[in-house]
């Protein structure tokens, strides 16, 4: 069941973050000081990313980095922020299944808890019924031993007077 609807919400978050980055790229071609902070992000990420592959494949990383052309920073600093909206909108919703699936297993783990105390109790009143029941048969063996009916209370199933002699 969440498999088919985690699918839908990613459509979702995809579809949505592309008209976001549309909008990023004609907002930054309107505001010069919007347009100079993604084109410096842009910048920033272009160089790690030139730096991280350098060391990957073994190249030197002292070799300076040539920056974007604007268009392409603009581009590319809006492509980032799309997918960096996508990944957090889809981090936000982990956690929260996360979240909402370790507050069901601790109420589940509460009413088993309950359970289990419950049960514990129920054997502790069947203990003291059984100690009751002993100590009330106790005392109805003495007093009829007492007043001579011993007999009543013997294990054999035959009473004393019917035994051949």
Avoid: C, W
């Amino acid at each position: 069941m969440i498999l088919p609807v985690a699918k839908l919400g990613t459509l979702l978050l995809k579809t949505m973050s592309k008209p976001i980055a549309t909008r990023l790229k004609t907002e930054a071609s309107r505001h010069p000081k919007f347009r100079q902070l993604i084109i410096n992000l842009a910048q920033a990420n272009h160089r790690i990313s030139t730096n991280i592959q350098r060391r990957i494949y073994g190249h030197a990383t002292n070799v300076e980095i040539r920056p974007l052309n604007e268009e392409k920073a603009v581009q590319a600093a809006a492509d980032l922020i799309g997918e960096l909206f996508v990944f957090s909108v889809a981090g936000a919703a982990v956690i929260f299944e996360v979240q909402r699936s370790a507050r069901s297993e601790a109420r589940k783990e509460e009413t088993r808890k309950k359970e289990i105390e419950a049960i514990r109790q129920k054997e502790d009143q069947l203990a003291e019924e059984i100690l009751t029941m002993k100590q009330k048969l106790s005392e109805l063996e003495r007093l009829a031993n007492s007043r001579g009916l011993s007999g009543l209370f013997r294990s054999s199933s035959v009473p004393e007077q019917m035994k051949p002699a």
